[in-house]
Structure formats: structure tokens, C-alpha cells
């Protein structure tokens, strides 16, 4: 949950200190990684390694803008074993993490 959230908030400040679009996604390996827009197209940024056994689940690619916002609302759902986890991020770029049943 903490790599998660960490790359949440790291693709929210590149997009500050960048003054560019950051997207997060997740790759066919399960990790994380970050995009940018440049030129009117996405360009690969960083990876977030995950760690072993985590699963990660996006129910839309979050793209940060360089003014602070977030669009379009997303969760992230995380699952280590039976240990689970929703990450929602709303407009404004605050982080929620709620216990799945």
C-alpha cells in the first residue's frame, strides 16, 4: 500500500515540478509505472517495482495535471494474501485507504 501511495504522490508532484501530464499505470509485469505527455503523446517516465506477491488492480488510469488536480477519479485496488486494499484519489489529489472485506 505504501508503494502505491508513494507513486500516487510521485506522479502528482512530477506533474507539478515538471509543469507536464503524468499518468500512472500498470504494466504487464504488475508494477506500476509513470507516463508523460510530451510532444501530444505518452512517454515512458519511471517504473514502481512492487513488491513480490502484490496485486494491483486500477479501475482507470489516473492522469495528474501540473495544477494539482487528478482526472479522472480513480481507485486502486491492492491485494497482498488476504491483506486488501482500496486506494481512491479524488480530483484534488488527496489519497484514501480503506479495508476490504
Not at 505504501?2 to 509485469?29: E, F, H, P, W
Request: proline share 6%.
Amino acid at each position: 500500500v505504501r508503494c502505491v501511495t508513494a507513486a500516487m504522490q510521485t506522479a502528482r508532484y512530477r506533474a507539478i515540478g515538471l509543469n507536464r501530464r503524468i499518468k500512472l499505470s500498470c504494466s504487464d509485469q504488475g508494477n506500476l509505472e509513470l507516463d508523460m505527455r510530451k510532444n501530444g503523446r505518452w512517454v515512458f517516465l519511471e517504473r514502481v517495482k512492487l513488491p513480490t506477491g502484490t496485486r494491483t488492480r486500477l479501475n482507470a488510469e489516473p492522469v495528474f495535471h501540473p495544477e494539482g488536480h487528478v482526472v479522472p477519479l480513480c481507485s486502486v485496488f491492492v491485494q497482498v494474501e488476504h491483506y486488501r486494499r482500496r486506494i481512491s484519489i479524488s480530483m484534488a489529489g488527496r489519497i484514501q485507504v480503506m479495508p476490504l472485506p
